[in-house]
Protein backbone atom coordinates (compact mmCIF):
# COMPACT_ATOMS: atom_id res chain seq x y z
CA UNK A 1 0.00 0.00 0.00
CA UNK A 2 1.57 2.91 -1.29
CA UNK A 3 0.83 6.13 1.45
CA UNK A 4 2.10 9.49 2.63
CA UNK A 5 2.86 10.83 -1.00
CA UNK A 6 3.04 14.73 0.26
CA UNK A 7 2.81 15.52 -3.54
CA UNK A 8 5.99 17.72 -3.16
CA UNK A 9 6.24 18.36 -6.72
CA UNK A 10 9.60 19.69 -7.93
CA UNK A 11 8.24 22.89 -8.15
CA UNK A 12 6.86 23.09 -4.91
CA UNK A 13 10.46 22.71 -3.31
CA UNK A 14 11.64 25.32 -5.78
CA UNK A 15 8.83 27.92 -4.95
CA UNK A 16 7.30 27.09 -1.44
CA UNK A 17 8.35 29.85 0.54
CA UNK A 18 6.66 29.28 4.30
CA UNK A 19 8.78 27.86 7.32
CA UNK A 20 7.02 27.24 10.62
CA UNK A 21 8.87 27.45 13.95
CA UNK A 22 7.60 25.74 16.70
CA UNK A 23 5.91 27.67 18.77
CA UNK A 24 7.49 29.25 21.97
CA UNK A 25 7.63 28.25 25.38
CA UNK A 26 8.78 30.06 27.72
CA UNK A 27 9.82 27.21 30.35
CA UNK A 28 11.22 25.16 27.37
CA UNK A 29 14.56 23.59 27.11
CA UNK A 30 16.90 24.43 23.78
CA UNK A 31 19.03 21.46 22.88
CA UNK A 32 22.93 22.21 22.42
CA UNK A 33 25.55 20.38 20.92
CA UNK A 34 29.41 20.44 22.46
CA UNK A 35 31.73 17.62 21.76
CA UNK A 36 29.90 15.45 19.82
CA UNK A 37 27.32 15.49 22.52
CA UNK A 38 23.69 16.64 23.41
CA UNK A 39 22.51 18.81 26.68
CA UNK A 40 20.04 21.08 27.44
CA UNK A 41 19.74 24.69 27.98
CA UNK A 42 17.31 27.41 29.64
CA UNK A 43 15.83 30.02 27.74
CA UNK A 44 18.28 32.42 29.48
CA UNK A 45 21.55 30.18 27.94
CA UNK A 46 21.92 28.46 31.50
CA UNK A 47 22.89 24.70 31.11
CA UNK A 48 20.26 22.74 32.54
CA UNK A 49 21.46 19.22 31.30
CA UNK A 50 25.21 18.87 30.52
CA UNK A 51 25.95 17.28 26.86
CA UNK A 52 26.38 13.79 28.05
CA UNK A 53 23.60 12.03 25.29
CA UNK A 54 25.05 10.71 22.25
CA UNK A 55 21.88 11.15 20.11
CA UNK A 56 19.08 13.49 20.32
CA UNK A 57 15.45 12.51 18.40
CA UNK A 58 12.64 14.80 17.81
CA UNK A 59 10.35 16.79 20.44
CA UNK A 60 7.08 15.21 20.74
CA UNK A 61 4.15 16.26 23.56
CA UNK A 62 6.88 17.66 25.65
CA UNK A 63 9.24 14.96 25.39
CA UNK A 64 12.75 14.45 23.67
CA UNK A 65 14.27 11.47 22.65
CA UNK A 66 17.98 10.60 23.91
CA UNK A 67 20.33 7.95 23.52
CA UNK A 68 23.08 7.00 25.60
CA UNK A 69 25.18 3.96 24.10
CA UNK A 70 23.02 1.57 22.60
CA UNK A 71 19.87 2.39 24.70
CA UNK A 72 17.06 5.34 24.34
CA UNK A 73 15.11 7.32 26.92
CA UNK A 74 13.32 10.54 27.67
CA UNK A 75 14.07 13.91 29.04
CA UNK A 76 10.79 16.35 29.59
CA UNK A 77 11.12 19.49 27.75
CA UNK A 78 9.73 21.83 30.99
CA UNK A 79 12.28 19.67 33.45
CA UNK A 80 15.35 18.90 31.84
CA UNK A 81 16.34 15.95 33.63
CA UNK A 82 15.87 12.04 31.95
CA UNK A 83 12.36 11.67 33.40
CA UNK A 84 12.70 7.73 31.36
CA UNK A 85 15.87 6.45 32.12
CA UNK A 86 17.59 5.08 28.49
CA UNK A 87 16.90 1.22 28.73
CA UNK A 88 15.22 0.86 25.43
CA UNK A 89 16.25 -0.46 21.75
CA UNK A 90 14.60 2.13 19.95
CA UNK A 91 12.05 4.54 20.34
CA UNK A 92 9.22 6.29 18.37
CA UNK A 93 7.35 9.40 19.36
CA UNK A 94 4.81 10.02 21.58
CA UNK A 95 1.30 11.01 20.49
CA UNK A 96 -1.89 10.67 22.81
CA UNK A 97 0.31 10.09 25.51
CA UNK A 98 1.69 7.11 24.29
CA UNK A 99 4.97 6.19 22.77
CA UNK A 100 6.09 2.90 20.61
CA UNK A 101 9.24 1.28 22.02
CA UNK A 102 11.12 -1.72 21.56
CA UNK A 103 12.54 -4.03 23.96
CA UNK A 104 14.43 -6.96 21.97
CA UNK A 105 12.66 -7.73 19.05
CA UNK A 106 9.67 -6.94 20.31
CA UNK A 107 7.68 -3.51 20.18
CA UNK A 108 5.14 -1.86 22.82
CA UNK A 109 3.79 1.26 24.04
CA UNK A 110 4.96 3.21 27.30
CA UNK A 111 3.44 6.24 29.00
CA UNK A 112 5.17 9.51 29.97
CA UNK A 113 6.49 7.79 33.05
CA UNK A 114 8.08 4.92 31.11
CA UNK A 115 6.32 1.93 32.42
CA UNK A 116 5.03 -0.48 29.52
CA UNK A 117 1.05 0.06 29.27
CA UNK A 118 1.64 -2.24 27.06
CA UNK A 119 3.41 -5.10 26.79
CA UNK A 120 6.42 -5.76 24.27
CA UNK A 121 4.74 -8.27 21.54
CA UNK A 122 4.07 -6.35 18.30
CA UNK A 123 7.10 -6.93 15.66
CA UNK A 124 6.70 -4.22 13.21
CA UNK A 125 9.29 -6.68 11.00
CA UNK A 126 8.92 -4.45 7.70
CA UNK A 127 10.04 -1.33 9.62
CA UNK A 128 12.86 0.05 11.44
CA UNK A 129 10.48 1.94 13.59
CA UNK A 130 7.11 1.76 13.70
CA UNK A 131 5.15 3.50 11.22
CA UNK A 132 2.26 3.94 13.29
CA UNK A 133 1.11 5.76 16.54
CA UNK A 134 -1.87 6.29 18.29
CA UNK A 135 -4.75 8.48 16.90
CA UNK A 136 -8.42 8.96 18.19
CA UNK A 137 -7.73 6.02 20.95
CA UNK A 138 -6.22 3.31 18.29
CA UNK A 139 -3.14 2.44 16.76
CA UNK A 140 -2.34 0.05 13.91
CA UNK A 141 -0.14 -2.87 14.70
CA UNK A 142 1.71 -5.73 13.02
CA UNK A 143 2.74 -9.72 14.13
CA UNK A 144 5.16 -11.50 13.04
CA UNK A 145 4.80 -13.86 9.89
CA UNK A 146 4.96 -17.10 11.92
CA UNK A 147 2.08 -15.86 13.90
CA UNK A 148 -0.05 -15.01 11.07
CA UNK A 149 0.78 -18.90 9.64
CA UNK A 150 0.33 -20.33 12.92
CA UNK A 151 -3.36 -18.86 13.93
CA UNK A 152 -4.24 -18.75 9.93
CA UNK A 153 -4.33 -15.11 10.14
CA UNK A 154 -5.47 -13.33 6.42
CA UNK A 155 -2.24 -10.27 7.30
CA UNK A 156 -0.19 -9.21 9.68
CA UNK A 157 -1.70 -5.93 10.61
CA UNK A 158 -4.38 -4.81 13.28
CA UNK A 159 -5.61 -2.13 15.61
CA UNK A 160 -5.89 -2.32 19.27
CA UNK A 161 -6.73 0.25 21.89
CA UNK A 162 -4.83 2.25 24.69
CA UNK A 163 -4.69 -1.02 26.62
CA UNK A 164 -3.64 -3.25 23.93
CA UNK A 165 -6.74 -5.06 23.32
CA UNK A 166 -7.59 -6.15 19.98
CA UNK A 167 -10.26 -3.73 18.46
CA UNK A 168 -9.75 -5.14 14.56
CA UNK A 169 -7.68 -8.34 15.17
CA UNK A 170 -4.91 -9.23 12.26
CA UNK A 171 -6.47 -9.40 8.91
CA UNK A 172 -4.73 -6.46 6.79
CA UNK A 173 -1.83 -6.27 4.68
CA UNK A 174 -0.98 -2.67 5.88
CA UNK A 175 -2.93 -0.30 8.00
CA UNK A 176 -2.49 3.64 8.83
CA UNK A 177 -4.10 5.38 11.70
CA UNK A 178 -7.34 6.55 12.00
CA UNK A 179 -8.06 10.11 10.73
CA UNK A 180 -11.69 11.50 11.50
CA UNK A 181 -12.99 7.93 11.87
CA UNK A 182 -11.57 6.29 8.52
CA UNK A 183 -8.28 4.67 8.67
CA UNK A 184 -6.64 3.31 5.14
CA UNK A 185 -5.92 -0.31 4.59
CA UNK A 186 -4.93 -2.95 2.41
CA UNK A 187 -6.69 -6.81 2.85
CA UNK A 188 -6.79 -9.90 0.70
CA UNK A 189 -10.43 -11.04 -0.83
CA UNK A 190 -11.63 -14.55 -0.78
CA UNK A 191 -9.03 -14.73 -3.99
CA UNK A 192 -6.28 -13.57 -2.20
CA UNK A 193 -6.72 -10.39 -4.36
CA UNK A 194 -5.07 -7.01 -2.60
CA UNK A 195 -8.27 -4.71 -2.07
CA UNK A 196 -7.51 -1.39 -0.86
CA UNK A 197 -9.52 1.04 1.08
CA UNK A 198 -10.44 1.66 4.43
CA UNK A 199 -12.29 0.85 7.96
CA UNK A 200 -14.60 2.90 8.81
CA UNK A 201 -15.92 3.50 12.09
CA UNK A 202 -19.25 3.72 12.87
CA UNK A 203 -19.62 3.51 16.28
CA UNK A 204 -17.23 1.53 19.28
CA UNK A 205 -18.38 -1.30 18.34
CA UNK A 206 -18.61 -1.73 14.30
CA UNK A 207 -15.91 -1.12 11.28
CA UNK A 208 -17.06 -1.33 8.17
CA UNK A 209 -14.33 -1.91 5.14
CA UNK A 210 -14.83 0.78 2.41
CA UNK A 211 -13.20 0.30 -0.99
CA UNK A 212 -11.26 2.73 -2.70
CA UNK A 213 -12.18 3.67 -6.00
CA UNK A 214 -11.28 1.67 -9.44
CA UNK A 215 -7.40 3.04 -10.22
CA UNK A 216 -4.90 2.46 -12.18
CA UNK A 217 -1.81 1.42 -11.22
CA UNK A 218 -0.20 2.19 -7.93
CA UNK A 219 -2.45 5.22 -6.19
CA UNK A 220 -0.84 7.13 -3.09
CA UNK A 221 -3.78 7.83 -0.50
CA UNK A 222 -3.86 10.90 2.43
CA UNK A 223 -5.82 10.30 5.73
CA UNK A 224 -8.87 12.07 6.08
CA UNK A 225 -9.16 15.64 6.79
CA UNK A 226 -12.72 17.33 6.93
CA UNK A 227 -14.36 14.86 5.18
CA UNK A 228 -12.60 14.40 2.10
CA UNK A 229 -9.07 12.28 1.63
CA UNK A 230 -6.75 12.89 -1.52
CA UNK A 231 -6.00 9.99 -3.67
CA UNK A 232 -2.79 10.60 -6.08
CA UNK A 233 -3.74 7.85 -9.41
CA UNK A 234 -2.84 7.79 -13.28
CA UNK A 235 -4.94 9.06 -15.43
CA UNK A 236 -4.17 8.34 -19.12
CA UNK A 237 -0.25 8.35 -18.28
CA UNK A 238 -0.51 11.44 -15.86
CA UNK A 239 -0.20 11.55 -12.31
CA UNK A 240 -2.99 13.51 -10.90
CA UNK A 241 -4.76 13.77 -7.43
CA UNK A 242 -8.23 13.92 -6.71
CA UNK A 243 -10.61 13.48 -3.11
CA UNK A 244 -12.97 10.85 -2.42
CA UNK A 245 -15.34 10.96 0.36
CA UNK A 246 -16.22 8.06 3.27
CA UNK A 247 -17.84 6.02 0.93
CA UNK A 248 -14.93 5.88 -1.55
CA UNK A 249 -16.78 8.11 -3.83
CA UNK A 250 -15.07 10.82 -5.91
CA UNK A 251 -15.82 13.54 -4.53
CA UNK A 252 -13.55 15.67 -6.70
CA UNK A 253 -12.20 13.36 -9.73
CA UNK A 254 -8.21 13.61 -10.28
CA UNK A 255 -7.15 16.36 -12.03
CA UNK A 256 -4.48 18.24 -10.21
CA UNK A 257 -0.67 17.48 -10.48
CA UNK A 258 0.44 18.12 -6.99
CA UNK A 259 -1.45 18.75 -3.76
CA UNK A 260 0.30 20.92 -1.12
CA UNK A 261 -0.34 22.70 1.77
CA UNK A 262 0.17 20.18 5.12
CA UNK A 263 0.40 21.55 8.42
CA UNK A 264 3.46 22.12 10.55
CA UNK A 265 2.31 20.40 13.06
CA UNK A 266 0.46 17.77 11.19
CA UNK A 267 2.11 16.21 7.80
CA UNK A 268 -1.52 15.36 6.02
CA UNK A 269 -2.26 16.83 3.33
CA UNK A 270 -5.71 17.97 2.19
CA UNK A 271 -8.46 20.17 3.50
CA UNK A 272 -7.60 22.96 5.93
CA UNK A 273 -10.51 25.24 6.90
CA UNK A 274 -12.60 24.23 3.70
CA UNK A 275 -9.43 25.08 1.57
CA UNK A 276 -6.93 22.84 -0.57
CA UNK A 277 -3.81 24.46 -2.20
CA UNK A 278 -3.18 22.80 -5.45
CA UNK A 279 -1.05 22.96 -8.37
CA UNK A 280 -1.63 23.10 -12.11
CA UNK A 281 1.12 23.17 -14.52
CA UNK A 282 4.63 20.85 -15.49
CA UNK A 283 6.98 23.51 -15.71
CA UNK A 284 8.44 26.71 -14.25
CA UNK A 285 6.96 28.91 -17.14
CA UNK A 286 3.21 27.53 -16.49
CA UNK A 287 3.33 26.53 -12.57
CA UNK A 288 0.25 27.82 -10.63
CA UNK A 289 -0.63 27.53 -6.99
CA UNK A 290 -4.28 28.49 -5.72
CA UNK A 291 -7.09 26.97 -3.78
CA UNK A 292 -10.06 24.99 -4.15
CA UNK A 293 -13.11 24.74 -2.44
CA UNK A 294 -14.89 21.20 -1.46
CA UNK A 295 -16.68 21.07 -4.57
CA UNK A 296 -13.13 21.30 -6.78
CA UNK A 297 -14.12 24.95 -7.86
CA UNK A 298 -11.49 27.39 -7.97
CA UNK A 299 -11.83 29.34 -4.68
CA UNK A 300 -8.47 31.28 -5.10
CA UNK A 301 -7.54 30.99 -8.97
CA UNK A 302 -4.35 29.35 -9.47
CA UNK A 303 -2.46 32.86 -10.51
CA UNK A 304 0.99 32.32 -7.58
CA UNK A 305 4.50 31.00 -8.91
CA UNK A 306 4.69 29.96 -5.02
CA UNK A 307 2.42 29.68 -1.79
CA UNK A 308 2.97 29.07 1.93
CA UNK A 309 2.05 25.32 3.36
CA UNK A 310 -0.80 26.37 5.06
CA UNK A 311 -2.88 29.61 6.19
CA UNK A 312 -1.73 31.03 9.88
CA UNK A 313 -3.87 33.51 11.49
CA UNK A 314 -6.12 34.03 8.12
CA UNK A 315 -3.02 34.91 5.97
CA UNK A 316 -0.93 32.72 3.68
CA UNK A 317 2.27 33.60 2.00
CA UNK A 318 2.24 33.48 -1.44
CA UNK A 319 4.75 34.94 -4.77
CA UNK A 320 4.86 35.26 -7.93
CA UNK A 321 8.26 36.09 -10.51
CA UNK A 322 9.43 39.16 -10.87
CA UNK A 323 12.80 40.10 -12.95
CA UNK A 324 13.66 36.23 -12.50
CA UNK A 325 13.11 36.54 -8.70
CA UNK A 326 9.97 34.63 -6.20
CA UNK A 327 8.73 38.26 -4.65
CA UNK A 328 6.11 37.38 -1.84
CA UNK A 329 3.28 38.86 0.41
CA UNK A 330 0.56 37.65 1.96
CA UNK A 331 -2.90 37.06 1.03
CA UNK A 332 -6.51 36.21 2.81
CA UNK A 333 -8.41 32.92 2.05
CA UNK A 334 -10.31 35.22 -0.69
CA UNK A 335 -7.12 36.08 -2.53
CA UNK A 336 -6.86 39.51 -1.32
CA UNK A 337 -3.34 41.01 -1.14
CA UNK A 338 -2.95 41.97 2.52
CA UNK A 339 0.67 42.56 2.34
CA UNK A 340 1.55 43.85 -1.02
CA UNK A 341 4.51 41.64 -2.63
CA UNK A 342 7.79 43.10 -1.70
CA UNK A 343 9.64 39.95 0.05
CA UNK A 344 12.42 37.19 -1.02
CA UNK A 345 11.39 34.75 2.35
CA UNK A 346 8.60 34.47 4.20
CA UNK A 347 7.41 32.41 7.03
Known amino acids: MATRFLAQCAFFLLFSLAFFAPKAVSERLLAFPENGKWGFLTPDGKIAVSARFDELGALSEG ?29 AFFNEGLCFARSGAKWGA ?6 WQIAPRFTFERFLIPPSHFREGLAAVSVSQSQVNRENLRGEWGFVNRRGEWILRPQF ?17 ADFEVQEGWMR ?74 LALV ?69
Open 63 to 91: MWPVRVGKKWGFVREERGFSTIAPRFDEV
Open 110 to 115: IGKNGV
Open 173 to 189: LSAEPFYEGMAQVARAN
Open 201 to 274: RENAAKYTFVAAPKIDGIAFFEPFLEGLAAVETTVNKRRLTGFVDRDGKWAIPPKFPALLGYAPDDLAVGFRGG
Open 279 to 347: AVGNTRENIGFGWIDKRGNWKIEPKFKGAGVAFSEGLSPVANLENGRLIGGFVDPNGEWKIEPQFEKMG
